[in-house]
């Protein structure tokens, strides 16, 4: 097979052009010629052919009275894949009308699918840290400040940005037990953590007693690990009715109104013995007494 030069092609395309140019010239039946369309590369539209010599030729008729300016751009324009706005990926568009319209051209023949793939809005996996969204556009994960990824949320696993931190039980304030957050989270409550994956917390978690609470000579009703972390003076079993926190004279073991250094040696005197030292109300004499005892050092309110 002989290689035909590619400027000698281009010629003879010429000459046909010309020629059927000519035909046009004499030919009164005018409606009989159109455009014809030469898909080599680059493609060439010629005017003034019959379709039957357009057709022998190996082009394609567009029709009679077809031209070239008009009905031929589709093969004098390379059409392909579009890319607007960064997202939206649209094929079989006009070059010329993909750039008038601000968009991007893949070049001839190109497709979403293939060229224009980075165009198409993706949804996925978004990662957060501690935590995973699906469904999300990639765009709005990236954007957010979380890692995409194509596939679901299980296939982050191996991701060490993405692979939520153990959880358990944390036990805040001895008072309430929260499940199924993280030893950070706990410390953050000020609670006490009790392990991955644990469910449940002590029994002594949940150990609370109600009483009354004086604060600055206001009484509150709480538990009473509640009240001594807030720093006030437990009564145990006890409500606030209006004197609650101005009559009581907690640690006035002698009853002179002082709570002082004889008071501290009684309670010492009893500690771990008997109740001559008790007071907290709860029946023993331990270092709760001495706390608040210290703690109400001084007259008598």
């Not at 600055?216 to 006890?238: A, H, K, S, W």
Request: aromatic content about 12%; proline content about 4%; charged content about 20%.
């Amino acid at each position: 097979m002989s290689y035909v030069p590619r400027r000698f092609e281009l010629f003879l395309y010429a000459l046909i052009a010309a020629a059927a140019t000519t035909l046009l010239a004499e030919s009164s039946a005018a409606g009989e010629y159109g455009a014809c369309c030469f898909e080599v590369d680059p493609n060439i539209c010629f005017d003034a052919f019959t379709e039957e010599d357009c057709l022998n030729q190996g082009g394609t008729f567009l029709g009679p009275d077809s031209v070239c300016d008009v009905d031929g751009l589709w093969c004098t324009t390379s059409i392909g894949a579009c890319c607007f706005n960064s997202n939206t990926c649209v094929d079989d568009v006009y070059e010329d009308d993909c750039w008038w319209t601000g968009g991007k051209f893949f070049g001839n023949e190109s497709t979403c699918a293939n060229e224009g793939y980075w165009c198409i809005t993706y949804y996925g996996a978004c990662c957060f840290g501690e935590y995973c969204v699906e469904q999300v556009e990639e765009y709005e994960c990236e954007v957010s400040g979380g890692l995409f990824w194509y596939g679901p949320c299980d296939e982050f696993t191996d991701i060490p940005e993405c692979v939520a931190s153990p959880r358990g039980a944390c036990c805040v304030g001895g008072t309430s037990c929260e499940t199924d957050v993280t030893e950070l989270e706990c410390d953050q409550m000020n609670g006490q953590y009790h392990g991955d994956d644990t469910t449940e917390c002590p029994p002594t978690c949940a150990e609370m007693v109600f009483g009354a609470c004086c604060q600055n000579d206001v009484c509150n009703y709480m538990p009473n690990l509640v009240c001594l972390i807030q720093g006030g003076t437990f009564f145990p079993g006890e409500y606030c009715d209006p004197d609650t926190c101005t009559t009581n004279c907690i640690g006035d073991l002698d009853g002179d109104g002082l709570i002082n250094v004889k008071d501290m040696l009684a309670l010492l005197a009893a500690f771990g013995l008997n109740d001559a030292g008790d007071c907290d109300d709860d029946g023993d004499t331990d270092i709760n007494d001495v706390l608040l005892l210290i703690d109400a050092w001084g007259e008598c309110p």
